[in-house]
């Protein structure tokens, strides 16, 4: 077999670097990669050269692009093809590409043969489409016993719109299907002949939780492919507002876990402290979900002595009432007999799924951008989780996991400070290099994000492919509640804590 | 004859300051302020002068569920002592009576749920039925281990039978009474860790989820009725804790009132310090319940 075209991870390559393999070798070779432990980061279609835009006749085709990562040894590799209307599914041997193959089928059109379960991702682009609009057929189990549950899109509390099916007997879940698409705003193609005046906040505000890591990696992007670097003072900086966003987010799912299983202390105090953490982002740069902080060449704002030594009070405060909330969470006996044993996602599934994140840990895979493609400050971090992290895949992993990467988060935030080199924090940055590409990998509060950014022969943005991985794990959820109880469903839905809008684009 | 009248409508005027007031200890244990004391009169009025909204799909069943639903508990009222004095209605055998008036308000609350056709509601329903065959035995047997010490088959007669010297005479049995009514208490009206009132979530619910359909006046019964359900059956819990040990009628009927406020001031505690049972696990806590009830009953049955 040939050797695959190795690629580094934020290291603008030439376009030569996705020159198309033949279909038959792609597909073996991707059967190979994957097989051989490779996990898809992403896997996405775009017009070929002299296509103007996806679904048009007659024109030259779409190139497929792989990205695959190993994770253990710190590789990514790349593979590409161009096919002319149709592709061939992997994904009955590789669960992973399950959700990636249906994406490229709705949104370039191609033809997607032996996919076992081709539906709308979100919503198809027009008519011609290989999906047609609205299929709403869902697996249905059949009998005179079972009932089926339709829950959402609207739904009874103030969160986003998306569709579960629950194929029941009685109490118990035989299957949930998740149709999510509600929230689909084409950020994408918006941002296609970019960076503009408005592509910053698109990805801003792409997944509102996770301003900071969806910023950091587009900024990450673009520094890559105009050779920016990015001062040291930048780079700390930028590290320190995305552990305050983990340790915001991941504050505020351990109340929302504790509220779904009534016990008010934890849900109480945590709601406050989420608050608080918010809080510290605002104080650096004037948003609570640090919009405007990152900047590509850096960040917009900086710290001073005075504002670190009122950041580090509010930071042992809030990070003490977090402790306390979660002893009081983990010492409740009522509260563990409820969690233990709920949803469970086997490491197995989480493997075969491709799970990221805080969801992949606590079932045992302990894949962390952090650590397997640092950058930035991030070069030398030790492990994220202690070796007795549990593995145990329940809801009481995904929320423990949660705790002892809010340790951690502190832990890292004290060290940032302690040595937050001196300089400036932002540099110019240049122009794109024309007809590049580059892979940018970030840790986000809920796990990997991947943004692969491809430039055209002016420097601007021929393809911005988008994973929030929130495209992972949806269907981990589905998962940990195959034989579950139905009323189990809200807190395995809070231990993932998944993004609507992040998935929807 | 005016006492007891005058019991039943202190009954009634103060049933809906119970829910505020288990909802003020939580939001203390929360280290919130809460909502206000008399949130629940303010609702009840706001409820009251809406106009109701009927899906075309319901039937008449819908709009009778709650209507019956209340009037099985004004009903049951009658028949529950204030402080251990007697009730206005009273006969041999009225504690059957109350049994089945609480099993016809949960009957109709369910038909009403079934009618809408909703897959939330029925879900609820089934769980409301299920759980009630464990709650009603425990419920009728604690009755009748309290029946069997003396007094007769009336609540009014076995109330005034109770005077404190039985706590010192048997004890084990009123404990074991009164731990099992507690049960069923915070079962049946769905309290933490049976039933959180508080979520959203329609998947995990197991009484709101059946009148999530009803709007209105039609709500609002349910909520007075709720708060009556409350009070009838805290009353019987504060009743054996705080036998009547005056003569005086002013001195027992103000100690009924505060046992019933500690006791609604219990139940926020209750709600404060631990979680929600998975659902699977809340037929054993009845179970414990109807052990309790048939552990007093042999008990009393011995002495």
Partial sequence: MTELPRLSHLQAAGLDALAPLPPDDFYKAAAGRLKAGGRAVSYFGFPEEGRSAPLENGSAGTRLVMILAFDAERRLEVLSMSAGDSFRALTPDFPQLHLFEREIAEQTGLRCDGHPWLKPVRYPLKAGSPIPPGTADFFRVHGAEVHEVAVGPVHAGVIEPGHFRFQCHGEQVFHLEIALGYQHRGIERRLIGGPGQLTSHYLETLAGDTTIGHASAYCRAVESLSGTPVPARGEFLRALMLELERLANHTGDLGALAGDVAYLPTASFCGRLRGDFLNMSALICGNRFGRGMIIPGGTAFDLDHALIKELRLRLDAAFGDVENAADLLWGSSSVMERFEGTGIVSRETALALGLTGPAARASGVRRDVRRDFPAGAYLNLKAPLPEDAPESGDVRARAYTRWLEIKHSYELINGLLDSLPSGPVFAEPGAMKPESFTVSLEEGWRGEICHTAITDKAGKFRSYKIKDPSFNNWQGLAMALRGAQISDFPLCNKSFNLSYCGHDL | ?303
């Fill in chain 2, 1 to 303: 004859m005016t006492k007891p009248l005058i019991q039943y409508f202190l009954a009634l005027l103060l049933a809906p300051l119970l829910p505020g007031i288990i909802n003020r200890v939580k939001a203390f244990f929360g280290g919130r302020r809460g909502v206000p004391l008399f949130q629940l009169y303010f609702d009840l009025y706001k409820l009251a002068r809406k106009v109701p909204v009927y899906s075309r799909t319901t039937t008449w069943l819908f709009r009778f569920g709650p209507v019956a639903g209340l009037a099985a508990m004004l009903c049951a009222l009658m028949i529950v002592p204030f402080g251990g004095r007697p009730s206005f209605l009273s006969f041999e055998g009225d504690l059957i009576l109350l049994v089945y008036l609480l099993g016809l308000a949960r009957f109709t609350t369910v038909l009403a749920a079934l009618d809408t056709g909703s897959g939330f509601e029925g879900m609820g329903a089934s769980r409301e039925a299920q759980f009630a065959v464990f709650a009603e035995p425990a419920f009728f047997l604690a009755l009748a281990a309290l029946a069997r010490g003396g007094g007769g088959l009336s609540l009014s007669g076995i109330f005034s039978n109770l005077t404190p010297a039985a706590w010192l005479t048997a004890s084990p049995i009123l404990t074991l009474v009164t731990a099992s009514l507690f049960i069923v208490f915070l079962a049946e009206n769905s309290r933490v860790p049976v039933d959180d009132p508080n979520t959203h979530l329609e998947l995990t619910m197991i009484h709101e989820v059946m009148v999530l359909d009803h709007s209105g006046p039609d709500l609002a019964f349910i909520f007075y009725g709720a708060a009556l359900k409350l009070w009838t059956l805290g009353a019987l819990i504060a009743c054996v804790i705080l036998p009547r040990h005056s003569g005086s009628w002013l001195v027992d009927s103000g100690a009924f009132v505060l046992a019933m406020f500690a006791l609604a001031a219990a139940v926020g505690v209750v709600e404060s310090v631990m979680g929600r049972l998975r659902l699977l696990k809340v037929p054993h806590l009845l179970m414990t319940a109807l052990t309790f009830s048939i552990l007093a009953l042999i008990f009393q049955a011995g002495r």
